[in-house]
């Protein structure tokens, strides 16, 4: 099992900054990527930013150049460095950790932090 906690997520302006943090615990091995997803209201969950298993890190087109994904040497801690932030920006983001178990990948999920942007 992993258990993941996001937190960092809040009220901020347009053009403002915030770092989103992902707290792991449990068994963190076998780990094949990490990666921050978002929620918007009435749109579906989206990719925003991943890092796999030898450090390489995806974006979605809308955040590039903006968003940063970190994490620490022993995946305890992800981060989500957010710069330049958009009105449409504004969702909930999770976290998520995929795993290799019982022969196959596992998704475990945060409970998600809200972000919003304000103009």
């Known amino acids: 099992q992993v258990q993941l906690v996001e937190s960092g997520g809040g009220l901020v302006q347009v053009g403002e900054s915030l770092r989103l943090s992902c707290l792991a615990s449990?068994?963190?091995?076998?780990?094949?990527?990490v990666g921050w997803y978002r929620q918007a209201p009435g749109k579906e969950r989206e990719l925003v930013a991943r890092?796999?298993?030898?450090?390489?890190?995806t974006y979605a087109d809308s955040v590039k150049g903006r968003f940063t994904i970190s994490r620490d040497s022993a995946w305890n801690t992800v981060h989500l460095q957010m710069n330049n932030l958009k009105s449409q920006d504004t969702a909930v983001y999770y976290c998520n950790f995929e795993v290799w178990r019982y022969g196959g990948l596992l998704d475990y999920w945060g409970r998600g932090t809200q972000v919003t942007v304000s103009s």
């Open positions: 890092l796999d298993g030898g450090d390489t890190t």
């Open positions: 449990g068994r963190l091995i076998d780990i094949n990527g």
